[in-house]
């Protein structure tokens, strides 16, 4: 019985993060003048080239997934003898349609996704505390028994019903719920931690690129809506050292071509 709440809780975890069939999406790049389309370990690229600085532009896994947040993983080159400052904010991206940006889709800055992280990890402990709740309740009435039997005697049939309590087995249930229970806060408090550390570690901050230097990191946005067909298209705009890089990106189903 207590296993059964456990599974009910990781159920109802797991339908908040899953929904529906996933599809994959690929990027395309449209290269202007000084860029060019190259690919990275068999991933898309590219390349574009400034008088001061270079910017490299690659999604940041093989497939995005229709409808997800698109991530990609900016790196920027200081070709000059001084330093140069990239902030977060000076990348922007915009939905295009026939080539035009149309509207801005909201870059999402190092603090938004901690934010994001820090509500699901609430959210996440309430689901483990119903479920824990759910399993404690479930070994506290573990030991119970009722047993039905027939009694036959020249009298006649009789049925004998037999209540009675288990102190082991109610031990045994408790003792087994509480490690469940354990093994899901740290599992939960784990996974928390992995998260943030690898927000830390992968997305693009503000950063002061000293001479001959390259600093990147991921970006994250909103995801684009459809605008020719089944096709989307955005530019991802680099501000840096006074200079723009703007990389038209089209972004479809797998297996077009």
């Known amino acids: 019985m207590a296993r059964q709440y456990?599974?009910?809780?990781?159920?109802?975890?797991?339908?908040?993060?899953?929904?529906?069939?996933?599809?994959?999406e690929v990027a395309r790049f449209q290269p202007k003048a000084q860029q060019e389309a190259i690919y990275r370990d068999g991933?898309?690229?590219?390349?574009?080239?400034?008088?001061?600085t270079v910017a490299m532009v690659r999604p940041a896994s093989r497939g995005i997934r229709a409808g997800a947040r698109p991530i990609y993983v900016v790196g920027i080159y200081n070709a000059t003898g001084a330093p140069i400052t990239l902030r977060a904010e000076d990348i922007t991206v915009e939905q295009l349609i026939d080539?035009?940006?149309?509207?801005?889709?909201?870059?999402?800055?190092?603090?938004?996704?901690v934010r994001e992280e820090q509500t699901r990890q609430v959210v996440a402990a309430v689901l483990v505390g119903v479920a824990a709740?759910?399993?404690?309740?479930?070994?506290?009435?573990?030991?119970?028994?009722?047993?039905?039997?027939?009694?036959?005697?020249?009298y006649g049939t009789a049925t004998v019903v037999t209540n009675g309590y288990s102190p082991t087995a109610n031990a045994v249930a408790q003792a087994n719920?509480?490690?469940?229970?354990?093994?899901?806060?740290n599992s939960a408090v784990e996974r928390g931690q992995q998260n943030l550390a690898t927000l830390e570690r992968e997305v693009l901050?503000?950063?002061?690129?000293?001479?001959?230097?390259?600093?990147?990191?991921?970006?994250?946005?909103?995801?684009?809506?459809?605008?020719?067909g089944d096709q989307k298209a955005y530019r991802i705009t680099i501000s840096v050292g006074g200079e723009r890089?703007?990389?038209?990106?089209?972004?479809?189903a797998a297996g077009r071509a």
Not at 43 to 52: D, G, I, W
Not at 101 to 111: F, G, H, I, T
């Open 6 to 24: 456990v599974r009910i809780g990781a159920a109802a975890a797991a339908a908040l993060m899953v929904g529906g069939c996933v599809t994959t």
């Open 43 to 52: 991933q898309p690229a590219l390349v574009s080239k400034k008088a001061k």
């Open 99 to 113: 080539g035009q940006p149309v509207q801005p889709l909201k870059v999402y800055s190092y603090e938004d996704l």
């Open 133 to 154: 709740g759910a399993n404690a309740a479930a070994a506290s009435r573990s030991g119970y028994y009722t047993n039905t039997s027939q009694v036959y005697s020249r």
């Open 177 to 185: 719920a509480s490690y469940q229970n354990a093994q899901m806060v």
């Open 205 to 228: 901050k503000d950063n002061t690129m000293m001479p001959g230097e390259w600093y990147g990191g991921q970006v994250v946005f909103d995801p684009p809506q459809t605008s020719t």
């Open 245 to 252: 890089h703007e990389v038209d990106v089209s972004q479809e």
